[in-house]
């Protein structure tokens, strides 16, 4: 017999809400958003050839946030691959990525997008307490 669980639908229908909601591309790893959540904190990230700002983010393990992305001059890509979270910048257009960290440490996020030169040197630090 066959079993079924519903285990897993929030976590499927929160990321089709984020691809679908926010104005860019936004994607982020199970268990991981806080989409909804009307307590998370926005932390705006503006990315520009070639660096972010903030270029140090601190947050809390536990506590909800949702990254406001934008970008200033080119396409950027934002990618926090040690957590499975990912977004694009683009001029004109904030994308907004749900996430609550659900481990301590100190991490790095990226452009993921060519930029120009320079692209790979972009890159800034999330510390999680």
């Keep these: 017999m066959r079993q079924w669980s519903l285990a897993g639908l929030p976590i499927v229908l929160g990321a089709a809400a984020v691809a679908c909601g926010s104005d860019g591309a936004a994607s982020h790893g199970g268990g991981q958003g806080a989409l909804g959540d009307p307590n998370a904190t926005v932390v705006p990230v503006v990315a520009q ?5 903030p270029a140090q983010i601190t947050l809390k393990v536990g506590v909800p946030v949702v990254f406001e ?10 990618n926090l691959p040690e957590f499975n979270v990912r977004a694009d910048a683009i001029p004109g257009q904030k994308t907004r990525l749900p996430f609550t960290p659900d481990k ?11 930029c120009g030169d320079g692209h790979e040197d972009m890159q800034g630090e999330l510390d999680v307490e």
Excluded: E, K, L, N
Aim: charged share 15%.
């Design 49 to 53: 050839r070639w660096s972010y700002s």
């Design 69 to 78: 992305i934008t970008s200033v001059d080119v396409h950027h890509g934002f």
């Design 104 to 114: 301590a440490g100190t991490f790095t996020f990226r452009c993921d997008f060519f």
